[in-house]
């Protein structure tokens, strides 16, 4: 018969798991990087490629992918972030069809699951800019600064104290570098299986300030071994914020439910969709 002419090609969901099987295989596999896994990176590099929207002028957020580009890779809060970027050029040139943004934003939610976190429904639909759309530097949090700090950059993104406190809750991954914001150590013990942690901790240790040349941080009385930013401590010490950091410390579920929702928002900032939200993709996590 006739060959059916090929229209460009238009992937399924089918096909952004099979990019989410792909990426979750290269963080099973690729173990000797931190404290074993690429995952906490992989969620920063998604949350950092966000976080720069500005709702008054719909400026910035996922959409762009523009920390490809200096001067924004060069911006002093993606310092490491490079790391995240150059583990993802494997899985884009598997699969050169998905967008820079859309891949960094799917490999932020296929992190969370993959340690452990709770389901983060996902949709395409960024497409990647150039230079010009790089966004100015400062608009991502700075760790030395206090709750009013927060509540000006998040409440830039739109963001309410509720959830202001459950994205903080990512800070359960990973670990700060004195390489790259000179901070140092982890927040916990399980730095690469998402939990309520953090919050716990927050809680029920005894943070004090670190005796180093380094920047202004705490850490724990018990051990001496876990790390509190002057921006987490300000959770417990605002009223406001802390009263969701004791609801997150208490429960784990109302944490994962309270997290999901506010992570979905956090990687759609800005996103000119034309699927609904319903239309959104929620991945298989592996075995
Ligand atoms: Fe964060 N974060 N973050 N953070 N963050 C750092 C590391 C991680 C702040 C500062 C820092 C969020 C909010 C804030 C992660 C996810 C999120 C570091 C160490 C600093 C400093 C970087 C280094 O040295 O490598 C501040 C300030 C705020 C808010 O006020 C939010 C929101 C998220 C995600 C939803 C993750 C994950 C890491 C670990 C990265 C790694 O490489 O292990």
Redesign the pocket.
């Known amino acids: 018969g006739e060959a059916t002419p090929k229209g460009p090609f238009v992937p399924t969901q089918a096909d952004y798991q099979k990019v989410y099987d792909a990426i979750a295989d290269r963080l099973a596999n690729e173990t000797d990087y931190?404290d074993g896994s690429y995952g906490?990176?992989l969620?920063?590099l998604a949350?950092h490629a966000s976080?720069t929207y500005d709702k008054e002028t719909g400026t910035g957020g996922s959409n762009g992918a523009t920390m490809r580009f200096a001067p924004e890779s060069d911006h002093g809060a993606n310092a490491?972030l490079k790391h995240a970027r150059d583990f993802l050029e494997p899985i884009k040139a598997q699969f050169p069809w998905i967008t820079y943004s859309d891949l960094w934003t799917l490999a932020g939610s296929a992190a969370v699951q993959e340690l452990g976190g709770p389901k983060i429904p996902w949709r395409p639909g960024r497409a990647d800019g150039d230079i010009a759309a790089c966004t100015p530097d400062g608009r991502l949090?700075?760790?030395s600064k206090d709750h009013r700090h927060?509540r000006a950059?998040f409440g830039r993104m739109g963001f309410d104290d509720r959830e202001m406190v459950a994205?903080?809750g990512?800070?359960s991954?990973?670990?700060?570098?004195a390489d790259?914001?000179g901070?140092d150590g982890p927040w916990d013990f399980s730095?690469t299986v998402f939990t309520n942690e953090f919050f716990r901790l927050l809680v029920d240790e005894k943070w004090n300030q670190r005796k180093w040349n380094g920047p202004a941080q705490f850490t724990d009385k018990g051990t001496s071994t876990l790390m509190m930013?002057p921006?987490d401590l300000a959770l417990v010490k605002d009223k406001a914020f802390k009263q969701h950091v004791e609801r997150y410390a208490k429960d784990s579920d109302v944490f994962f439910q309270e997290f999901a929702d506010v992570?979905v928002k956090?990687l759609e900032l800005g996103v000119p969709f034309k699927s609904k939200p319903e239309d959104r993709f929620v991945f298989k996590t592996s075995e």
């Open positions: 931190d906490p990176v969620v920063r949350w976080g490491g949090p700075d760790a927060i950059v994205l903080c990512a800070h991954l990973g670990r700060a570098h790259r914001s901070f730095p930013l921006t992570y956090l």
